[in-house]
């Protein structure tokens, strides 16, 4: 009998000799994450290099196409592991002979901070670099926060934080924070080259902690004003302002009275619920992915898109589609309507020229692709159709028939529609099996979320085929199961028809509004309207007038306002008035003397209500509709209707969407709220089974995911 012993893993962390020079190389597949085992093993590299006196110089690199791209996700929420990060850094910072790193690929999060501890840094072209920490609720916390001000200047390293975005190799290079941009693709031999460079020039440490700040009086000036401008922006967000406040340190102390600074505001940050919000909808946004069609199969190919219907969703998903480097044809009924659909996808490309995004060659380049047609003969041979004609059930029908008889055979015929039965639709034609949803939202190019909407006979290849389209459109895809407003829409009507209680009931649109912003929402449901139209809402209430319960309260506030012909931004006013076509809307006492009005009618005595009493009636209506989403099987999980509200409604996202929310909250208090609120309307407010089904267990929504938190 023979024994097969387990091979012992490979180092993370490895070293080879160069003449003088150690080449320490970071290979953690898949992008070089700083898991333990890569932070002991640089630690223990550095310590060996520092007291072997055959060693001048210390080379790191990252193996593959990555440098290092920022902290393990494989080990967020297990218990902290030595040496720490801000540990690694510091051997780094300390170690008596010159460190160079090459950052090539990711040098993101922790991997730049163990650049900037580095002693000099070269930077091949295909590099980014970023600190985005504050993405995930958190701030740089391994000495970034006071080495980028030291190396490229206050506000820039501020400014680089608070966004969370990436700088390319050269614009690292323009801002101080690399020393060298080398060409080629080979990190090591760059960096010998430098480090060569170096040893000849004789060249010493320089250690980041011993500069200084330039113009400390005019730094502290612009942090003000940085401040400032963050404070408006934040929403509530912690951490931004505590970035400031790291940056703040590190002009005003010492560098290692900034580190203990930074150190106790990141563990500060860490612990706040934002942070466990904002890791939840990371992660929520990878899981949402994971839909039982698309692991079935594989997706039908599409090599040529076309697009029925050229307005303001025909014309931003052509965009989208043209972005994403596909061929697009553009479908409609006569020269002018086509005309217009043209004039809306230039319109498009001509904002990105003038903002600078865009050349005259790019955009020629693009519209290459792009065919516009009145016949749809044009589209015979078309791999996947997205149809955005007017939300009418009846003219939809109308072109499916037309995509039925001219479609080449397993060709993807897709609906945009926002609330109708796509499994009417798809009855309507011969090959139901090919009929999906994909529910863009406005503006298409923009807005990352697509509902995939999944009819009853659809094939699971073309569910497969919808996902891998939204990958390329670099959409974020939820899967949705076929009823009126799908997953967001239908839980939408649920939480605005709480709010038009709300309004009913003594609170002003303008309170409401200012409640739901104080939340952490970029506008409240009333400017929402007033942006989007109110007669897009107007026609569906009218729409779904016939199948309403008789019993159920209905508030007439909107639809008075639509009468008079107030559809908001587009029309000058709406729930605010909008003079000489400003985008920021002023408070209407004609619209609050028609609340009145209505209130009379309806015999409501009004009063009053404060921010905390219009949050909890607002995101109890929209959790109560998400339990029934998910018990219904449109949602797939709780977390696909995080991500529904997250990428699509602006719900904060340091909140994790509302059913991360009311799991933060707690949901016994979440089913208590709506028990009480059922005292004043038991038919609204009935709780949803699957909430007092979790209450009764003791469990949570998270118990429903299959994330990997």
Known sequence: MTTTLPCPPLPVVHTTRHGAILCITVDNPPVNALSTAVRRGLFEAVQRADADDQVAAVLIVGEGANFIAGADIREFGQAPQLPS???????????????????????????????????YRVVLRDAKLGLPEVNLGLLPGAGGTQRAPRIMGVKAAAELMLSGKHLSSKAALAAGLVDHLAEGEDAVQAGLAYVNALLNTKAHVRRSRKRSIDDPAAALAELDLLAAETASKSRGLLSPLKIVECVRAAVESSFDEGLAKERALFLECLDSPQRAGLVHAFFAEREVTKVPEANACSPRPVAKLAVIGGGTMGAGITVA??????????????????????????????????????????????????????????????????????????????????????????????????????????????RPQDVVGLHFFSPANIMKLLEIVVPAQVSADVVATAFALARKMKKTPVRAGVCDGFIGNRILAVYRQAAEYMLEDGASPYEIDEAVRGFGYPMGPFQMSDLAGGDIGWATRKRRAATRDPRARYVHVADRICERGWFGQKTGRGWYLYPQGARSGQA?????????????????????????????????????????????????????????????????????????????????????????FAEEDPLFWKPAPLLEKLVAEGKDFASLNRTGE
């Open 321 to 430: 589609a043209l972005e994403a480097g596909l061929p697009v044809v553009m479908v409609e009924r006569d020269p002018e309507s086509i005309a217009r659909g043209q004039a809306n996808v230039e319109k498009v490309f001509n904002g990105q020229i003038a903002k600078g995004r865009l050349t005259e060659e790019g955009k020629a380049s693009i519209l290459a692709r792009y065919t516009p047609s009145t016949s749809y003969e044009s589209i015979a041979d078309a791999d996947l159709v997205i149809e955005a004609v007017f939300e009418d059930i009846e003219i939809k029908k109308a072109v499916f028939k037309k995509l039925d008889r001219v479609c080449k055979p397993g060709a993807v015929l897709a609906t945009n529609t926002s609330y109708l039965d796509i499994d009417a639709i798809a009855g309507a034609i011969g």
């Open 588 to 676: 209407d006492p004609e619209v609050l003397a028609i609340v009145d009005e209505e209130r009379r009618k309806a015999g409501v005595t009004p009063r009053p209500f404060n921010a905390d009493e219009i949050m909890r009636r607002y995101m109890a209506a929209m959790v109560n509709e998400g339990a029934k989403v998910v018990e219904e099987g449109i949602a797939l999980r709780p977390l696909d209707v995080d991500v529904t509200f997250l990428c699509g409604y602006g719900f904060p996202r340091h909140r994790g969407g509302p059913m991360k929310y009311a799991d933060t909250v707690g949901l016994p208090i979440v089913l208590a709220d709506i028990r009480n």
């Open 85 to 119: 990060l801000p540990e690694v850094c510091n051997r780094i910072e300390d170690c008596g002979k010159p460190v160079v790193t090459v950052l090539r690929g990711a040098a993101l999060g922790g991997g730049l901070e163990v650049a900037l501890a580095a002693h």
